[in-house]
């Protein structure tokens, strides 16, 4: 409490106290953040499209028709990776983002193709042959 018996306040704003920095130092991290964040970025979803390969891998391997992969999901994924790029090269002019989502895409779009072909593949196994007839 002050001397008019009213409580003091340490922290006029709210009770959070803030930094001041000179602007100039802000620019700079701020701008040194964006470029730190753009590289996380596209380093990590450069990296999924390759995280994509064991599984395009494991579908074209199986023999049971790949039932083991939803096509729902992948088929979800694919649209959510289209939009991000259309996002990025439409809204935020952004390429190395439309690229980098337009990769991932492919990837998806690869794995659901796989997919498809393997189910395809497993019901012309499952049907019976036709026998020639005489005559």
Not at 96 to 113: D, S
Request: hydrophobic share 45%.
């Amino acid at each position: 409490m002050d001397k008019a018996g009213t409580p003091a306040q340490a922290f006029p704003r709210g009770g959070i106290r803030r930094l001041s920095l000179p602007p100039f130092w802000v620019e700079a991290m701020t701008e040194q953040l964006v470029s730190v964040v753009t590289w996380i970025f596209f380093a990590s979803n450069m990296g999924r499209i390759f995280a994509y390969l064991p599984q395009i891998l494991a579908a074209s391997r199986c023999e049971n028709g790949a039932t083991a992969v939803s096509r729902i999901t992948w088929g979800y994924f694919a649209v959510a990776h289209c939009t991000g790029s259309l996002y990025g090269f439409v809204v935020l002019h952004d390429n190395v983002m439309a690229i980098v989502f337009l990769g991932n895409f492919i990837a998806c779009c690869t794995l659901v193709g796989i997919v498809t072909w393997k189910k395809m593949q497993l019901r012309h196994r499952g049907k019976p042959q036709r026998q020639p007839t005489a005559g």
